[in-house]
Nanobody
């Protein structure tokens, strides 16, 4: 059974930094795309950043130059380093792992971790 456990959220002042981690278990995640999404109150869940098994990265325009996604395949873990945080970054952040093979899609979500940026 696939499990994703996020950690690292919390309350931070504008301009501060946080590092989110997502530890995955239950499969071979080195072959999955891994990523982070976020959902603010009353809004849809949006892409933050994704990283492929080969290390190709896709970032949302709103976080370019501030957030960095990385992965450690040996630890089945994906990270999100968030710098220069803004109040509009406040949201629940969700980890996702995803792959499509032989026409079948596999997608799993973590439980989410709250990030609040406020003075």
């Amino acid at each position: 059974q696939v499990q994703l456990v996020e950690s690292g959220g919390g309350l931070v002042q504008p301009g501060g930094s946080l590092r989110l981690s997502c530890a995955a278990s239950g499969s071979i995640f080195s072959i999955y795309d891994m990523g982070w999404y976020r959902q603010a109150p009353g809004k849809q869940r949006d892409l933050v950043a994704t990283i492929t098994p080969g290390g190709s990265i896709n970032n949302a325009d709103s976080v370019k130059g501030r957030f960095t996604i990385s992965r450690d395949n040996a630890k089945n873990t994906v990270y999100l380093q968030m710098n220069s945080l803004k109040p509009e970054d406040t949201a629940v952040y969700y980890c996702n792992v995803h792959r499509t093979t032989m026409g079948r899609e596999y997608s799993y979500w973590g439980q989410g971790t709250q990030v609040t940026v406020s003075s």
